[in-house]
């Protein structure tokens, strides 16, 4: 007869699992990814992995909530912060490329790149999604408030923006460093036109 493992170990693998399958998903397709070399990586056995996981969906589905789950928190940080709008707005942008490109080759997999996965990775990228989308508009209309911005629609704005992010951290040839959040928050914040050109 085998003993239950304690509480403690059976999180430990738990985590181990997750975390060796959010690096995994990071890097490669979905369906690259196969559950042998996913539990040499977490150093436990395949059997294991289905005893906390009905399904690869489910480990990929809890993988990159918790990654997005991350970003939220990170965002919503930034967001609070004491310092002028448009200096948290870029912050945030910085933020959200970083964690947008961990997770490049799962968002493409939601993207409808992989038909394997179903509306189940949608459905959760886009309620992540707008929890990152609010925190946007909470600081434009900060900024807005504080003459820091000019008038806007900040739900329009906030979407913008997080599409713009977005299509930048996920691109194939993305440019993930800070330089990327000080050119994409400049051309947010300025946009295209010369400097106190009439329009």
Do not use: H, W
């Not at 807005?144 to 951290?169: K, M, N």
Request: net charge neutral; aromatic share 4%.
């Amino acid at each position: 007869m085998t003993l239950p493992l304690p509480a403690t170990n059976r999180n430990d693998r738990r985590q181990r699992i997750v975390l060796a399958a959010s690096q995994m998903f990071a890097e490669r397709a979905y369906v690259e990814v196969q559950m042998d070399e996913l539990a040499r990586a977490a150093a436990v056995a395949k059997p294991t992995i289905y005893r906390y996981f009905s399904s690869k969906e489910d480990l990929f589905l809890e993988a990159l909530d918790g990654t997005m789950s991350e970003l939220v928190a990170e965002v919503c940080r930034v967001a609070d912060e004491k310092v002028p709008a448009p200096m948290v707005l870029q912050q945030m942008i910085g933020a959200a490329l970083r964690s947008f490109a961990r997770c490049t080759a799962a968002i493409r997999a939601l993207d409808g790149s992989d038909a394997a996965l179903g509306e189940r990775g949608r459905a959760m990228l886009r309620r992540r999604g707008r929890q990152i989308r609010e925190e946007f508009e909470r600081v434009l209309q900060r900024g807005v408030a504080a003459r820091e911005f000019r008038g806007l629609d900040p739900d329009l704005a906030s979407r913008a923006i997080l599409g713009a992010v977005r299509l930048t951290a996920t691109a194939e040839d993305a440019p993930n460093d800070e330089q990327a959040a000080l050119s994409l928050t400049d051309l947010l914040l300025n946009g295209i036109s010369p400097q106190g050109s009439q329009g």
